[in-house]
Nanobody, 127 residues
């Protein structure tokens, strides 16, 4: 069982930055690929970015490429999502997720490939 806790959300003006953190419980952090998803009410959960369990591969949605960066610190059991140049359309609840991957280098992008989810943190970007 893995429990995930996100932090770092909030309200920011367009063009600003936020850094989200995710702290998975347990000693098996290094066995999980980690992902970030977001969801607005009434919409499907959208893949934002992910990182492989060995930290060597990342993947991003086209809408955030060049603006968002995901990283992990296995020594601290933390995953980060650095969000720069935020836009109003980035407003959503952001979720951290952990999933088993077929290889150390793969990054699942489908939400169904993730087994554990955090409660989510609200990110609001004003224009």
């Amino acid at each position: 069982q893995v429990q995930l806790a996100e932090s770092g959300g909030g309200l920011v003006q367009a063009g600003g930055s936020l850094r989200l953190s995710c702290s998975p419980s347990g000693r098996t952090f290094g066995t999980w690929a980690m992902g970030w998803f977001r969801q607005d009410p009434g919409t499907e959960r959208e893949f934002v970015g992910g990182i492989s369990r060995n930290g060597g591969s990342t993947s991003y949605a086209d809408s955030v490429k060049g603006r968002f960066t995901i990283s992990r610190d296995d020594g601290k059991n933390l995953v980060y999502l650095q969000m720069n140049s935020l836009k109003p359309e980035d407003t959503a609840i952001y979720y951290c997720a952990a999933g088993l991957a077929t290889s150390a280098w793969s990054v699942p992008t489908a939400w169904a490939r993730y087994d554990y989810w955090g409660q989510g943190t609200q990110v609001s970007v004003s224009s």
